[in-house]
């Protein structure tokens, strides 16, 4: 192969991966799904219930049988979907987004005493919040970035099978993700670390266009 010839390859090849690339950071929608754990919800609806139902039934037994009757246990099994996310990013800059983002997650608290009596409890939190995000490290295949968002959640707590124990509440909701990575260009992945409603670790995929 001639030298010009290859010089000209060469030349090719650089400026096609200089576009590429230029493309990709320029794009400037994003929608992302993903899957979080360990969220502020979850751990408060958790450990209220782990609590609330310990201190209840202590004092419900102890006056049962201050009243010369038996006390019951229970045995208690708490699952929970995790915080399910969907969102869109506008990219103002090739380092800046902002965006919305809304989250659902279901604990589901089950009772079964010794008795033969049970209870499933369960709440749904539904979350609606604005985000912004900035990319400490722009490549069109890596990002690593942090974000913060803020919004609202609405609580609905009820038993299951009984339309009349039913009560919710509005609540300030907040995300903080100092660290956040993205491996892929047009379509990739994410992981995150962060505290609030998404959850102590969040995971899943996204597509810019």
Request: aromatic letters at 12%; glycine letters at 16%.
């Amino acid at each position: 192969m001639k030298p010009i010839t290859f010089a000209l390859i060469c030349a090719w090849m650089v400026n096609f991966h200089q576009s590429s690339a230029q493309s990709n950071l320029g794009l400037k929608h994003e929608i992302y799904g993903g899957w979080g754990a360990g969220s502020v919800p979850q751990i408060g609806i958790t450990l209220g219930s782990i609590i609330g139902n310990a201190l209840g039934n202590a004092i419900i037994n102890g006056i049962v049988t201050e009243l010369g009757g038996t006390g019951v246990t229970y045995e208690e099994k708490i699952t929970g979907t995790g915080a399910i996310s969907v969102g869109y990013n506008y990219y103002v800059s090739p380092r800046w987004s902002v965006g919305c983002q809304g989250v659902f997650e279901r604990v589901s608290d089950r009772l079964e005493f010794s008795n033969g009596n049970v209870g499933t409890y369960r709440s749904d939190v539904l979350t609606g919040m604005v985000r912004t995000d900035f990319r400490w490290v722009n490549k069109p295949g890596f990002k690593f970035y942090s974000g913060a968002a803020v919004g609202g959640s609405n609580l609905r707590h009820y038993e299951v099978g009984d339309p009349t124990n039913e009560n919710s509440e509005l609540m300030l909701a907040w995300q903080a993700t100092p660290l956040g990575l993205r491996f892929g260009k047009n379509i990739g992945i994410y992981l995150e670390a962060g505290l609030g409603w998404d959850g102590l670790i969040k995971g899943g995929i996204s597509a810019r266009f």
